[in-house]
């Protein structure tokens, strides 16, 4: 139902800044809610950031303050502004699209891009 492609990832020294970016195969107005998790080696997979409907938008503790989620609705692409970065930031990171509030509604993912912060 949903494709989902995410571009963006590279490597940066620790300090700096990148955005990812999450493009969707349809259109994203109806979706409830679309996320970004990041996965390290030998980690399990993390939840970053949210928004959902509203553009109501949560981050996990380890990101808040340095990463904002955002969308472009009419261009179908979830986005990940990422600033003063750290070594532990680096993992493979994910979208995904959920299509409802409760469990049994539907989830998407992207393949990952893999962002790497050097010290």
């Known amino acids: 139902q949903v494709q989902l492609v995410e571009s963006g990832g590279g490597l940066v020294q620790a300090g700096g800044s990148l955005r990812l970016s999450c493009a969707a195969s349809r259109s994203i107005s109806s979706i409830f809610a679309m996320a970004w998790y990041r996965q390290a080696p030998g980690n399990e997979r993390e939840w970053v950031a949210t928004i959902r409907s509203g553009d109501i938008t949560n981050y996990a503790d380890s990101v808040k303050g340095r990463f904002t989620i955002s969308k472009d609705t009419a261009k179908n692409t979830l986005f990940l502004q990422m600033k003063s970065l750290k070594p532990e930031d680096t993992a493979v990171y994910f979208c995904?699209?959920?299509?409802?509030?409760?469990?049994?509604?539907?989830?998407?993912w992207g393949q990952g891009t893999q962002v790497t912060v050097s010290s």
């Open positions: 995904n699209a959920r299509t409802g509030p409760a469990i049994e509604s539907y989830v998407y």
